[in-house]
């Protein structure tokens, strides 16, 4: 029987990577049949942010890193030392045949002299874009560590462009459908965006553009959801009252699940100035709600097909990202005119494709990466 391992930081932070991990993990072991254990080092006796199937275990090796200063620190060198003690000693007792390293953590630099005979399989949920025209001595021994794998999985063929080992596969997120969820072809003059609320996701230009936009429909509603409790938020906040647009832009919070709420709405907006994969697209789109987005590096691009089941505005264009607002507000079946595209380009990313191709090409392959 194959033993998944993951490693990981945590699992009490309601992140992308969170869920991916407890997606996967609960998918393998009870689809596969495979038995998945998770392994963290900084899990604080804090409850999962997302529900783990009984047949999954989970170990918390209690190292908890200091986050302030760097993984380098000599005081995060010792935790490490106590890191590669405690996980040795697990893998020992586990004897994993695939091991697969989920977060970005100090781990990732010392797993592969360490493995036994697992493979190993690193993934990378961030864009190397901006780093692929630089080539520093960091970046160079981070490319030889990548080399040390059996497996690099990025999410998209873009992004193998931008790394140097040929380790690669690129397998998508996936994305759970609920084929018997309703939709509303109402016209409900709302819009939302649902993210971290953090300067990556350039929420100025959003409320620019909706500032615009309410100047010929006054009537229309952006809902914003996220941890607004930040400094960042509390720049939005003030740059929202200074355009008088307090009653358009609402700033909604924290939303458990965001599934409840997409069919309120028009379409998702994005503004990012960077994104690898994100994950709400996939989410809005399996509720047959189209996605508005600037073209940011790299996953929007990779994951929108333009005027099917969304829009991709030229990075920072702030007169087409209006344009195409219009059109949503001009015409009250807009929405509808696109759902099919959507949940067709949605399927795509469904689970059951996904998962197998993580079967296929990686957890059952017999023959080694070329």
């Not at 407890?22 to 899990?43: C, D, H, L, P, R």
């Amino acid at each position: 029987m194959k033993h998944i391992v993951f490693l990981v930081d945590q699992l009490h932070l309601k992140g992308g990577i969170e869920r991916l991990v407890a997606m996967k993990a609960n998918y393998w072991s009870e689809e596969f049949g495979y038995k998945v254990s998770i392994i963290s080092t900084e899990q604080k006796k804090q409850a999962y942010s997302f529900e783990l199937s009984p047949q999954v275990d989970f170990i918390d090796l209690g190292i908890n890193y200091h986050r302030d200063i760097s993984y380098f620190h000599p005081k995060n060198l010792i935790k490490l030392t106590q890191n590669i003690f405690k996980l040795r000693r697990e893998l020992k007792k586990l004897t994993p045949s695939h091991i697969i390293v989920a977060s970005h953590i100090p781990i990732t630099y010392v797993i592969n002299f360490m493995k036994g005979d697992a493979k190993t399989i690193k993934e990378y949920h961030f864009t190397k874009f901006f780093r692929a025209k630089k080539r520093s001595l960091k970046q160079k021994i981070e490319e030889r560590i990548e080399s040390l794998y059996d497996f690099n999985v990025v999410l998209s063929e873009e992004e193998k462009t931008y790394h140097r080992t040929n380790n690669l596969i690129a397998i998508p997120n996936p994305i759970e459908i609920n084929s018997n969820f309703k939709v509303d072809f109402n016209q409900t003059n709302k819009m939302l965006f649902v993210g971290r609320i953090a300067e990556v996701k350039n929420l100025e230009d959003m409320v620019d553009i909706w500032a615009l936009f309410i100047k010929r429909y006054p009537k229309w509603i952006l809902d914003i959801y996220g941890d607004d409790q930040n400094q960042y938020a509390s720049k939005i906040k003030d740059k929202i009252e200074k355009l008088g647009a307090s009653k358009n832009i609402i700033l909604k919070g924290n939303i458990n699940n965001p599934n409840e709420v997409f069919n309120e709405y028009e379409a998702l907006l994005l503004s990012s100035h960077q994104e690898c994969f994100p994950m709400v697209i996939l989410e809005a789109n399996a509720h047959g709600l189209p996605v508005i987005s600037f073209d940011s590096p790299t996953g929007p691009r990779n994951m929108i097909i333009h005027n099917k089941n969304g829009f991709l505005v030229p990075l920072y264009n702030k007169e087409i990202f209006v344009d195409i607002l219009v059109k949503f507000a001009e015409n009250p079946n807009f929405k509808q005119q696109h759902f099919s595209n959507v949940i067709k380009q949605a399927k795509y990313f469904d689970i059951k494709n996904i998962m197998l191709r993580w079967k296929n090409d990686i957890l059952e392959r017999s023959e080694p990466m070329p």
